[in-house]
């Protein structure tokens, strides 16, 4: 990890010294060489000096490994650029001076546009693929289509012409699993038989998805955006976006959501879309060796995601800005622009749903909204922020329990029992029964004559059939008994959800948050249509709703309940209300989406500051540095740096004094990630700072393709070597892997400007100097802890677990 200390001696004690799988850095390659070392006049290969060979600068040839990381590491940002832009003017330069050469240049310029296209192709693909699929399952817990069995219900009546619009869900070629077993669909054995099938299928499905996720692909589980938000910040996980990531995580998230627990799809989406750019990337040189350069990628592919799942190309960008992005510069949002219009287009092509739209649940309403009923949709806001901040708690809460007890030592236990459970009681509820997207489509919908869903079970007596617009009516028996049921439907939704999501299956957040909101919303909208109805002469509905008018739209009520519980636990506001438009189609509903989105955002930061993606990051040690947390203690760089007062001197190299054998020692003696260059123990002034695995790395080739690199021979980091004695062994120069301008700052430096630094620059480490002489050195866990002293929290809790 980039966060292990570089100062203390005695390393093994040091609570710095924790590694993760031994992990180390590596980040300095050929290009990164400064212009003036580039012309100091050596050749590669030997050259006599008194008489004695002398090996010059090694990394004239690329050495395998220097310029790659190890697992759990952070990339150095500002190397990672600059090392880009050597690349690019290098192109430029050389582009002038021939045809193939100019190919080249245009190729590398066109190359991310069409490395979007084929990460939009291959996103749309796969989450076309997995609707159909997800869809299809989900009815094969209740039955079977006679004509293939590879239909949904829906597909499989389509061509029937027996069904009616009251019941046009039966049709003869669709048979529940009563029905082809006890050949009856009628009686107490028929529901019991049908209860049996959807449970067993259910488990099925979820065992399944555990058992593939634990055998192939542990990181195929939960979210994923956590994850995503760390690697973006320069955080590396290898195979966390790796082929068999992808694999698994499509499969399982297909069975996942099929087996029915209170989860969705499109938080994992996002995760396997940042797989298809990652797999996709090493088909172009720039974006396989340059991790910021991939990382821009990433970004795109986190919007493309989104696109994709909720069929908000816009919303996709703006969420890959304000949620999962650490850097996205204005190149990024264009690309990421394309890159979702085209996963959009593939997705619309592809035609999920049967219905022409993106989404299960798009639609149009076409009532206006008045400006009193703000007042219950600041009250939805204020719902859905008391809920996302009770479930971040819950939640975190469960799965801190998880991680500390015996729940995490049996996973498939836990999700079995969790899938059990969730089967049994949601079974008897026709609200609860249905899968979660479903439901959401029935909650938006706005009624109309020929709705055959209870909530729509108005008494029409007084309408006519020539009515273009319905007015608010009485709620029938129905519509009563549906309120009961989302009432039940709504509790168990609350606390299955804190339990489901953090599982070993993949499990997205959006669904489930949305439809909490949605029951809670459609609920108050049912109370407020029944109240102007029969209270229309009331001071607050006088002068908007006349009766026999259609003033109140329930199915709105149910899209910003919606919005409100998922800004609530994500804590999106931009983003999300773009993303609910998007999906309905109504940009005159965008106020009341923005009253709910902001009013849920202030009253769950008020409870509790974190969003459930940074609660979770904050719960697993990522080394996540929070760009909107704001940083206010009064200390010093002096108060943070090491090595402290009690702790031994500072471990470095001088630039012409130590031997292999010298420089061996400390790095077997030592387990820091890397050490400063100083010109003597003396003075202590700084000329570099080396990696500690670049320094292993070119030992190990120097002993290896040069003859003579014995213990006693001498290591140069200066940029012409002394004469040696005729008797010495050739000496080994390494200044071309020492970074020659490490960031350095001074003691009294304030930690505010210090955390902006690391923060705005992507550092890994920054060395502290106090009259121009090395004083310390602060490192990005240095940084975390700090951060989590002062918000009274373990700083030992910084690690990656």
Known sequence: MDNTGYCNESSTSDEDMVEIAGATLDFSTTEDVPPLDRGSGDNPGMEEVNGVPKLMDLLDDPVPGVGTYED??????????????DRHREITSKSKESTWALVKSVSDAFSGWLLMLLIGLMSGALAGGIDISAHWMTDLKEGVCLNGFWFNHEHCCWTSNETTFQ????????????????????????????????????????????????????????SGIPEIKTILSGFIIRGYLGKWTLIIKTITLVLAVSSGLSLGKEGPLVHVACCCGNILCHLFTKYRKNEAKRREVLSAAAAVGVSVAFGAPIGGVLFSLEEVSYYFPL???????????????????????????????????????????????????????????FFIRANIAWCRRRKTTWLGRYPVLEVLV???????????????????????????????LLDSSKLCNYDNANVTKSSNELPDRPAGDDVYTAMWQLSLALVFKMLITV????????????????????????????????????????????????????????GLYAMVGAAACLGGVTRMTISLVVIMFELTGGLEYIVPLMAAAMTSKWVADAIGREGIYEAHIRLNGYPFLEAKEEFSHKTLAMDVMRPRRSDPPLSVLTQDGMTVEDVETMITETTYSGFPVVVSHESQRLVGFVLRRDLTISIDNA???????????????????????????????????????????TDHTAMDIVVDIFRKLGLRQCLITHNGRLLGIITKKDILKHVAQIANRDPDSILFN
């Open 72 to 85: 759990f590491n952070t990339i150095d940002w500002v190397r990672e650029k600059s090392k880009d832009r």
């Open 167 to 222: 019941e046009r869900d039966k049709c003869p070629q669709w048979k529940s699993w009563a029905e082809l077993i006890i050949g009856t669909t009628e009686g107490p054995f028929a529901y019991i038989m049908n209860y049996l099938m959807y449970v067993c299928w259910a488990l099925l499905f979820s065992f399944l998805a555990v058992t593939l996720v634990r055998a192939f692909a542990p990181y195929a589980c939960g």
């Open 331 to 389: 190149k990024t949002l264009w690309r990421s622009f394309f890159a979702a219009l085209v996963a959009a287009f593939t997705l619309r092509s592809i035609n999920p749903f049967g219905n022409s739209r993106l989404v299960l649940f798009y639609v149009e309403f076409h009532t206006p909204w008045h400006l009193l009923e703000l007042v219950p949709f600041v009250l939805l806001g204020i719902f859905g922020g008391i809920w996302g901040a």
């Open 418 to 448: 969790v899938t059990a459970v969730t089967a049994v009681v949601a079974f008897p509820n026709s609200y609860t029964r249905t899968s979660t997207s479903e439901l959401i489509s029935e909650l938006f919908n706005d009624c109309g």
């Open 499 to 554: 339990v489901t999501f953090g599982m070993k299956v993949p499990s997205g957040l959006f669904i489930p948050s949305m439809a909490v909101g949605a029951i809670a919303g459609r609920l108050l909208g049912i109370g407020m249509e029944q109240l102007a109805y029969y209270h229309h002469d009331w001071a607050i509905f006088r002068g908007w709703c006349s009766p026999g008018a259609d003033c109140i739209t329930p």
């Open 703 to 745: 002993r290896q393709r040069q003859d003579g690199i014995v213990s006693t021979s001498r290591i140069f980091f200066t940029e012409y070597t002394p004469p040696q004695p005729p008797s010495s062994p050739p000496p080994l120069k390494l200044r071309g892997i020492m970074d020659l301008s490490p960031f350095t700052v």
